[in-house]
């Protein structure tokens, strides 16, 4: 599976929106970008998944380049229980079950 | 996800006792699996099943065996467990078909071996 970047940490105001980067330029044509969050020791959640085409959900959005090497989770409108862990996951599709978990992006929601 | 459940919750016990984490889940899948969490680590795989008769070991499957007892139970046992087991566990489901292959984790067991 590709390899993901993401940034240690990022801050985010109450009530703004949330944009989280991952670069995965070696991704390759049948591999689907994955996102998850951790809430504090919790069991990870799942928040949305795309392979080419930008997705939509009632959690939050996933923007995917064109080129598809990076993309960007955006939560519309953060709120305090979005601070998390956020885990950008690259992985292939059908039998290929294996999801491998990174360092992830530490996002502080303030007020 | 309150689909998946995982008992117990928290666990300290010592050294060489044998200890068994279940896991079970409401959501019809058919696929479970177990994952380690160390702190500052990512998750790593201990065992995962695709069906009742189908186990495969993961990653990191020394020192633990499990059991896939129904479609909705997959039990983790650590025959004699060691310190260095000591770790956050999670079990996960997923549903078999389609060409994404997404996981819903359980809440998450603590274990501490003394």
């Known amino acids: 599976d590709a390899k993901t970047t993401q940034p240690t940490s990022m801050d985010c105001a109450e009530g703004r929106a949330a944009n989280l980067p991952c670069n995965h330029s070696?991704?390759?044509?049948?591999?689907?970008v994955y996102w998850y969050r951790q809430i504090h020791s919790q069991g990870p959640q799942y928040i949305i998944h795309g392979l080419k085409n930008n997705e939509t959900n009632e959690m939050a959005s996933l923007i995917i380049t064109e080129d598809r090497k990076s993309s960007t989770l955006i939560l519309p409108h953060a709120t305090l229980r979005d601070t998390a862990v956020y885990y950008c996951?690259?992985?292939?599709?059908?039998?290929?079950?294996?999801?491998?978990f990174g360092k992830g992006t530490l996002l502080t929601v303030n007020p | 996800d309150a689909d998946v459940t995982q008992t117990p919750r928290n666990r300290i016990t010592k050294t060489g006792k044998r200890i068994m984490l279940e896991c079970s889940q409401t959501k019809g899948h058919d696929r479970m699996y177990w994952y380690r969490q160390d702190p500052g680590l990512g998750l790593r795989l201990i065992y995962y099943?695709?069906?009742?008769?189908?186990?495969n070991k993961g990653e990191i499957s020394d020192g633990y065996s499990v059991s896939r007892q129904a479609q909705a139970k997959f039990s983790l046992s650590l025959e004699s467990a060691i310190p260095n087991q000591t770790a956050l566990y999670f079990c996960a489901t997923s549903e078999t078909g389609g060409s994404a292959d997404t996981q819903y984790f359980g809440p998450g067991t603590r274990l501490t071996v003394l």
């Open positions: 099943s695709f069906d009742v008769k189908d186990i």
């Open positions: 070696t991704i390759s044509g049948n591999e689907y």
């Open positions: 996951i690259v992985r292939g599709g059908g039998s290929n079950y294996k999801l491998t």
